[in-house]
């Protein structure tokens, strides 16, 4: 079970062909300040529509409540969170998972890959 936070939709735009960018402000929230790592993920739901994981794609430890996600079109619920209007509310969770060890790669090349 998770626990859910309102955050607030502030930008969606077109990434590139079939990805949209949709920006989430957590401000006064206890999620501001909890995305420590990249590759952590959350949880968002859409009453009605579901739930699902999706990537944090904003770097963490950023000042700001930002946080960025890049979507496919295509799925029910992305397809929904894209077409939310600015101002309206997601529910999102903590961010979850142990991100990469970025530490340990460093002064090396690294190669990450991804499936959606």
Sequence with gaps: MHDWHP???TDSAPAADG???LVLDV?????AGTHERPGQ???LR???VGQ???AIASPPGRPGTQWEFL???GSPLPDALIHLPR???VDVSRPEGRGFPLERARGQDVLLFATG
């Design 7 to 9: 955050a607030t939709v």
């Design 27 to 31: 401000q006064g929230t206890p999620l």
């Design 19 to 21: 990805l949209t960018d």
């Design 71 to 73: 979507l496919k079109v």
């Design 41 to 43: 993920y959350v949880h």
């Design 46 to 48: 859409l009453p009605g």
């Design 87 to 89: 101002g309206a509310h």
């Design 52 to 54: 699902g994981l999706f």
